[in-house]
């Protein structure tokens, strides 16, 4: 069977040098990763490109975060490298998440030399001879996988496997060590168009324009990963709708006064739906952490759906791989057919959920948050972990004006943070990154926190020191009687042992509200990476729906101005 061959070319390169130069035409400038035997000459071609820069992580997991936090700050495609065995591994869980959350991202995976296959090598995950299959793993968490079984397939398997990436999630290329250090034409390959689906959003522009009433916009993350911010505004200005976000999408709209929907959001969402002719969803599929307290509503309303992905309730979807386009397609209809909607937006901020008092040692998480938005610059980008701090931080903290709001809830795996600040750090040059994770988080990957001192990234780690795994002691306290917890953690100094660890690190533990503003301006004013610690409680239950009783979940109307969906 003849092999692809670029035409017209007798100079060859090394295969790893064609992927650096390949990935270097499309646009990448970094990847990020772990070295080791099977992808070391991966990084050996990175060193002598000059256009692509490879960062070096200090777990796999976090170098995955790495690249989904650059896909998703709008830098581009983000690339991992990883070699073969328990390293290949950890990737699956970061992947996981981009699989969920529909990032693109390319992961460049090390395997033995093939010709070791299926013969008890070390590390050996050909799925050969009852050896672990890779490709089989990888499959279940990509949107598409190969095994590179020579060095001329790689012309078409990169293209492909790049281009599957653009249309949202990982991609993944396994390749055997004495396949990188093979041989191909040098000449560049053209590009691979993927597949592409014709957008005709001729039904959603039919409704709004025969529209009578209000309409709710839910917009989700697609809005972000396509860069239709100004289009959904556009949006909402000729529909004169109500806008609320899903959660990991809380910086996609400025004009957003619903808040953010779900478990951990703001309750008058439902009753706007209620109150609507016609709610429709703009890039989002909806799952439930996004949609909880909604069926009901969204149920008795006309639902339009418009995206790359089918939402997880029964609508109307049009599927589109470009909002910009499809969204100024819906606003040109909308504005040529109709007379300009009425605004239909509250001059209120977003309902809180009422969460019980709490009165035991420790900052409150919602007068931390407050302090946090005073202090954060209108063009910080934030990224936010999992946990008890997740859900307040969602809940609580306004997205920046000028700014990302990247919270991970495909996989809700904890430390992403700290990976993914350093990723978007990389690609969002120029401005302060801050990553608000819990205790628990940093335990699992906060030693990332020395790629940044390494890198000199200006990123502020805010880590809430609950001394625990604080929402599985909320569960132990509502579901299990408070008889017992296996989640409480012995006491630690986070601040000063980092301050510790990594000499010249600006790092320091707030006990006390009073000292907090002042931490932060200090942290926030250092060249590099800070961190600063407050000590919380386990105790205090977050603003997160199912650890609430019906009456503390019925929203109540707050009027803060420091609580907006956005600073304006």
């Not at 830098?75 to 529909?102: D, Q």
């Not at 910086?251 to 439902?270: C, E, F, I, P």
């Not at 992905?309 to 909308?334: G, I, K, M």
Request: with cysteine; hydrophobic share 40%; proline share 5%.
């Amino acid at each position: 069977m003849d092999q692809p061959r670029a035409p017209g070319c007798t100079s060859t390169v090394r295969v790893v040098d064609f992927i650096v130069d390949h990935l270097a035409r499309s646009g990448v400038r970094h990847l990020f990763g772990v070295g080791g035997a099977n992808i070391e000459d991966l990084y050996d071609a990175a060193y002598f490109h000059t256009g692509i820069t490879a960062v070096l992580a200090k777990h796999e997991f976090s170098a995955a975060t790495m690249a989904d936090g650059y896909s998703r700050a709008g830098a581009g495609l983000g690339v991992v490298a990883a070699t073969s065995g328990g390293a290949s591994l950890n990737l699956i869980p970061g992947l996981g998440e981009s699989l969920a959350s529909r990032v693109p991202v390319l992961a460049l995976v090390g395997q033995p030399p093939s010709t070791q296959d299926g013969w008890g090598s070390f590390q050996d995950t050909s799925g050969r001879n009852g050896s672990l299959d890779a490709e089989a793993l990888f499959a279940e968490v990509s949107v598409y996988c190969r095994r590179v079984l020579s060095p001329a397939h790689i012309l078409a398997e990169l293209p492909r496997a790049v281009e599957a990436a653009r249309t949202g999630g990982p991609a993944v290329l396994l390749i055997p060590k004495d396949v990188q250090q093979g041989k191909v034409a040098s000449a560049p390959v053209e590009r691979i168009d993927g597949r592409r689906y014709h957008t005709e959003p001729e039904t959603i522009c039919a409704a709004l324009v025969a529209l009578d009433g209000p309409v709710t916009i839910i917009a989700g993350e697609q809005v972000a990963r396509d860069d239709a911010r100004d289009e959904l505004e556009e949006l909402r200005l000729a529909t004169g709708a109500r806008v609320a976000t899903v959660p990991d999408a809380k910086d996609v709209s400025a004009g957003a006064d619903l808040g953010v929907t779900g478990v951990m959001g703001h309750r008058g969402v439902a009753d706007a739906i209620a109150g609507s002719a016609l709610c429709l969803l703009v890039g989002t599929r909806l799952p439930l952490t996004a949609r909880a307290g909604l069926d009901d509503a969204l149920a008795a309303v006309p639902t339009f759906s418009i995206g790359s992905a089918e939402p997880y309730l029964s609508c109307h979807h049009v599927h589109t791989h470009d909002l910009r386009t499809s969204l100024a397609q819906v606003t040109r209809a909308v504005r040529e057919r109709s007379e300009p909607h009425g605004q239909q937006t509250s001059d209120t901020a977003p309902a809180e959920l009422i969460t019980p008092a709490f009165d035991g040692v420790g900052i409150r998480y919602r007068d931390a948050m407050k302090l946090l938005d005073e202090a954060l610059p209108d063009d910080a980008d934030v990224v936010v972990d999992a946990g008890n701090t997740g859900a307040s931080a969602i809940h609580h903290l306004p997205a920046r004006r000028a700014g990302r709001f990247v919270v991970a809830l495909g996989m809700g795996g904890m430390g992403y943070s700290f990976g993914a600040a350093i990723g978007m750090a990389f690609a969002r040059t120029n401005r302060r990154t801050v990553a608000i994770a819990g205790d628990g988080a940093f335990f699992m990957h906060g030693m990332e926190i020395h790629t940044a001192v390494q890198y000199g990234l200006p990123i502020t780690f805010v880590l809430f020191n609950n001394n625990a795994h604080a929402m599985c002691v909320t569960r132990e306290q509502r579901f299990y009687q408070d008889r017992y917890s296996y989640n409480r953690f012995t006491a630690s100094r986070i601040g000063r042992g980092v301050a510790s660890m990594f000499p010249g690190l600006a790092a320091e533990d707030v006990d006390t509200i009073e000292l907090l503003p002042y931490a932060m301006s200090r942290a926030l004013a250092t060249d590099g990476p800070s961190v600063v610690s407050i000590e919380c409680s386990a105790d205090e239950i977050p603003p997160f729906a199912p650890f609430l009783t019906p009456r503390q979940s019925i929203s109540i109307a707050q009027k803060d101005e420091s609580y907006v969906t956005a600073r304006t």
